[in-house]
């Protein structure tokens, strides 16, 4: 009997998809993958707002020749989370494009599981260098791989702090702080490789756990180097940590420049108080200066400031401009040129794409390598047009300062006030 | 010479900090034996229950203790008949899995409720106080003061009170305790909301060190289980020592060796202690298989 009825049921069901053709004006459905809830949530859910301002932009103009966007979610909270829930919308959904994911773990864990279904998966903001190095065919990283956050750091230092400290560059301390795990560790290794090519000497170069609950040797130990600038690799509730022990233990630097993630993150103020002010931060840039941007990409970035400082009352940081930016890419540059939907033809557009510096809200072009990367023959899908640089928190909000084609302001507070005459 | 000061004294208040924080999961797991896992989580809504005292009706988190501690008392007496107490005559994984649910479901209930931001109240004293070439945080060494407070508190009241003895008879012996007179399930009930009104007290002295954050549990709670087993399982003294051992450990790996590894020293010490003192280095004997055998 169970099996008559289970019969009957598949027949329906194949009666009924019969029934139901692929009409032209069916949504174009994406899985958006991004941590909902857990630790990572706070900049999931800010990215989920930048895409789903996208989303409502490109339908409200008329959608992709009549196409509507519509997102299917995945709460990608951690790395497993990340891959049962991306089978989840491939197997179970039919998914065939994939977008997310903020952090790099998650991107890691994503894209993997995208690539082992021929799914097309468009990275925004993930950003550790294994992402588009495995080989894989399938995967596109539109945000700025993890070196490339360090060099912006280190040419700072010596194309513009250097001078404003009257020092030389091999007469400042440099030190480097990195926290552990995948993001960390990666923008670590880039920043060291990057000094060694330039010969400078890193006066401090050392990683901790993100969960440490104690910052005291490392402050102390900083306090003892007692270097001039201070570049740090950090998660929110770690540089919260950090910053109340510097001030606790004294340790004072000439510059500070943190690198994305914790110091770019909008809690900081809150957390830290006017403290935050002068603090550098390596990161995908939250606003550039308009002269950088292409006439049309200029109204859409008003449009996309507009709406989102409506929703969130704040302007957006780095990484929301950064995830607004990659999935506005994909609806107007590469879906338009798409007649199946199909993850090859996709690629084949992706990789056709040559979009000068500007194209994008966040100052970024778009040329993807494609296994000619001469760093790694398996480099694939990684955007060698991603804006990035520096900007520094101001008494009222942030401002762009660093390379000054994308500067709204020049850098201020150098040197740094010591904690007692701040 | 100075900075290894700073790094013992430094180990020393944070550390004592720690031990706060797991005296009430030493307590439970002494009385009741057994292992709330839903401890980081009852600290995580207290400091939310801290934050929202000091964040709105401005008030020093400090005073805030007047209302979060009867309030983590009340809690915990609620999540005890509740969650725990149907477990309690159940294989022992029952009542694992159970605070295991617990700690899942209040982690996701304050993202919904409070999302994953974090929260924080403003220092209390601007400036650390420096002797010498020592800097201490007033809020470190305030919470040092209070940790040995409680500990000498909560020894008095075990050691002189009818309550105390009562629940000193329970640990020893629970079925000769019911058959003295002494009403065993209320006093677990009540060892177990004493326990989780510590939680209470140790979140308002660590709101004004660390933010508050749904996920924040995780990264103390691991803290709290070494302390209470290497302090001895049910030892409150031992909690003392044996955060202020962590709190040490940490200090100075951190800062010789590298701070990656400050946890991985110590759990070395851990693994160690477990070798030659099984019991914990206050512990009684034979501590981790009390009760386990009835």
């Known amino acids: 009997m169970r099996s008559f009825l289970r019969l009957g049921a598949i027949l329906v069901g194949l009666s009924l998809a019969a029934t139901i053709p692929a009409k032209a004006e069916d949504p174009i459905r994406i899985g958006v993958l991004l941590p909902m809830t857990g630790p990572l949530a706070k900049n999931g859910i800010e990215n989920w707002e930048a895409m789903q301002i996208a989303r409502d932009m490109i339908n409200e103009r008329g959608g992709i020749n009549g196409r509507k966007i519509e997102y299917l979610q995945g709460d990608a909270n951690t790395p497993n989370a990340a891959i049962s829930e991306t089978e989840r919308l491939i197997s179970k959904d039919g998914i065939k494009i994939t977008t997310g994911s903020f952090a790099s773990p998650i991107a890691i864990a994503v894209s993997q599981a995208a690539e082992r279904h021929n799914v097309f998966h468009w990275e925004t903001t993930g950003a550790a260098e294994i992402i588009t190095r495995r080989g894989f065919k399938y995967t596109f990283q539109v945000g700025a791989p993890a070196r490339k956050y360090g060099q912006a750091a280190v040419d700072f230092i010596v194309n513009d702090l250097a001078k404003r400290l009257g020092k030389p560059v091999d007469g400042l301390k440099i030190a480097l702080l990195w926290e552990n795990r995948a993001f960390g560790k990666s923008v670590g290794d880039g920043i060291r490789a990057y000094t060694q090519s330039k010969n400078i000497k890193l006066a401090y170069d050392e990683g901790y756990d993100q969960t440490a609950t104690d910052m005291t040797p490392i402050v102390q130990k900083l306090k003892d180097t007692g270097p001039d600038i201070l570049i740090a690799i950090s998660f929110p509730n770690d540089a919260i940590l950090f910053q109340r022990k510097a001030k606790e233990l004294d340790f004072n630097v000439a510059a500070f420049i943190g690198v994305s993630a914790g110091y770019s993150s909008p809690d900081l103020r809150d957390s830290i108080g006017d403290s935050v002010n002068g603090i550098f931060v390596a990161d995908f840039p939250p606003k550039v200066n308009e002269t950088a941007l292409k006439p049309e990409t200029k109204k859409v970035a008003e449009e996309f400031y507009k709406r989102y400082e409506a929703k969130m009352k704040r302007p957006p940081a780095g990484h929301a401009s950064a995830g607004f930016s990659a999935i506005w890419a994909l609806y107007t540059e590469v879906f338009p040129k798409a007649k199946t939907f199909e993850p090859d033809e996709l690629r084949d557009i992706a990789l056709k794409l040559d979009l000068p510096d500007g194209s994008l809200v966040n100052g970024s072009g778009i040329k993807f390598t494609n296994f000619d990367w001469p760093d790694d023959a398996k480099d694939a899908g990684q955007n060698l047009r991603a804006s990035i640089g520096v900007w520094q928190w101001t008494k009222t909000g942030n401002e762009e300062v660093y390379p000054p084609e994308l500067a709204t302001k020049p850098p201020a507070m150098v040197p740094l006030p010591d904690w007692s005459k701040r | ?294």
């Open chain 2, 1 to 294: 010479m100075s900075t290894i000061l700073q790094l013992v004294v430094s180990g020393v208040l944070i550390g004592s900090v720690y031990a706060l924080m797991s005296i009430g999961l030493t307590l439970i797991f002494g009385v009741l034996r057994i292992v709330n896992f839903a401890h980081g989580e009852f600290l995580m809504i207290a400091m939310y229950g801290a934050w929202a005292i000091s964040h709105w009706l401005g008030l020093n988190p400090y005073a805030a203790a007047i209302a979060v501690v009867p309030a983590m008392f009340l809690f915990g007496a609620i999540a005890y008949r509740l969650v725990v107490s149907p477990g309690l005559d159940k294989p022992h994984l029952v009542v694992v899995f159970a605070t295991m649910a617990l700690s899942i479901f209040l982690q996701n209930a304050a993202l919904m409720l409070m999302t994953a931001d974090l929260r924080d109240v403003p220092p209390i004293f601007a400036r650390s106080i420096s002797v010498g070439s020592v800097y201490i945080k007033g809020e470190l060494l305030l919470g040092f003061a209070i940790t040995l407070a409680c500990t000498i508190g909560l020894q008095w009241m075990i050691k002189r009170t009818y309550l105390g003895k009562a629940i000193r008879a329970t640990v020893q012996d629970g079925e000769a305790a019911m058959l003295m007179g002494i009403a065993v399930p209320k006093i677990f009930l009540i060892t177990f909301a004493v326990g989780s009104a510590m939680v209470g007290l140790a979140a308002c002295v660590m709101l004004p060190l660390f933010s508050v954050f749904p996920t924040v549990g995780l990264n103390f709670v691991l803290i709290a289980f070494v302390i209470v087993v290497l302090g001895g399982m049910g030892s409150i003294e031992g909690a003392l020592l044996g955060g202020i051992c962590v709190g040490v450990v940490q200090s100075l790996s951190g800062y010789y060796v590298a701070p990656a590894f400050g946890q991985l020293f110590f759990f070395l010490l851990f693994l160690l202690v477990m070798i030659f003192r099984p019991n914990g280095l206050l512990g009684q004997k034979g501590a981790a298989m009390l009760g386990m055998n009835e």
